[in-house]
């Protein structure tokens, strides 16, 4: 179904993926993170800290994630998933909720074209019950728009929650258990990781969120079971692909070692 036109002007102009005329730091080669997941906080405390109020700071963190979808572009990353909307920002206030969704839809209408001219294949992770049927609807159509891009992998994760995807996945292999379609020992890791949302996502490699704040809060908690966290102090409006890039540059300085270990007897105390 074609989503209603939408009539807000546009907040800040097309531009192309370098316009800033700013490239990414020479990464050593293989070593850019495939799959970067993004808890974009802070929206509320910018704006407060300048007497306005929350929505304007959710408002400024539009150009933010269109900035780092452009640095994650030029950065080489392959995937990059976005925490819009969570199944516990139904407890914010309802004014707040009532414009975290109308901005999600608008946000998705006003961009998926910039979107789909710079390769950007765009996914929606995430429940449907509750999830207005306008932003559902916006949803499916940048996917569709989107479906053949190959650039990178958006994942806007709205009305998402981590515990409820494993929760999800779990209830349907029941059923498929229930009704003898499944046996009980089919019941694998691989499995599992295929009834999710996005079956084929992959784990998340760097796990970064924005404005100090130190906790996952239910994002991708499957995927993200060996991802590196950082945590920046910079609150979302202001963040930028320069951002993204430090992040990127602590990332390719860590040791990932999956659980496996080897002595290294020079290490110093
Ligand atoms: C957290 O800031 C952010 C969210 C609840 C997600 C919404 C994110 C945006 C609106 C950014 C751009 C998104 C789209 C769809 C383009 P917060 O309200 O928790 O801030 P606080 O921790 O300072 O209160």
Redesign the pocket.
Same mark, same amino acid.
Request: aromatic share 12%.
């Given at each position: 179904m074609t989503p209603k036109p939408y009539t807000h002007r546009d907040a800040v102009p097309f531009r192309p993926v370098d316009w800033t005329g700013e490239y990414p730091p020479a990464y050593a080669r293989g070593s850019v993170p495939q799959h970067v997941a993004v808890? !974009?906080?802070?929206?509320?405390?910018?704006?407060?800290r300048r007497g306005l109020s929350?929505v304007e700071?959710?408002?400024a963190?539009?150009a933010?994630?269109?900035d780092v979808v452009a640095g994650a572009l030029q950065a080489g990353v392959k995937h990059l998933s976005?925490?819009?909307?969570?199944t516990e920002?139904w407890a914010?206030s309802p004014e707040?909720v009532r414009f975290?969704m109308g901005?999600?839809r608008e946000?998705?209408h006003r961009?998926r074209d910039q979107l789909n001219e710079w390769g950007v294949r765009v996914r929606w992770a995430g429940r449907r019950p509750r999830l207005w049927r306008s932003v559902i609807s916006e949803l499916e159509y940048a996917q569709e728009l989107t479906k053949s891009n190959t650039a990178l992998t958006l994942t !806007?994760c709205?009305n998402y929650g981590g515990r409820v995807e494993i929760a999800d996945a779990v209830r349907s292999i029941a059923d498929d258990v229930s009704t003898g379609r499944l046996r009980p020992s089919a019941v694998t890791e691989k499995l599992i990781a295929k009834r999710l949302y996005q079956p084929d996502m992959p784990d998340v490699d760097l796990f970064v969120r924005s404005?100090g704040?130190q906790r996952t809060s239910n994002f991708l908690l499957w995927q993200s079971a060996y991802a590196e966290m950082v945590f920046l102090d910079t609150?979302?409006?202001d963040f930028t692909r320069r951002d993204l890039w430090h992040a990127i540059d602590i990332y390719t300085g860590r040791d990932r070692r999956f659980g496996g270990a080897v002595d290294a007897p020079d290490t110093p105390a």
């Open positions: 808890v !974009m906080d802070g929206n509320g405390r910018w704006a407060n929350r700071g959710h408002k963190g539009e933010a994630l269109l976005v925490y819009a909307f969570s920002n914010r707040e975290l901005f999600n946000v998705l961009r !806007m709205v404005s704040e609150l979302w409006p």
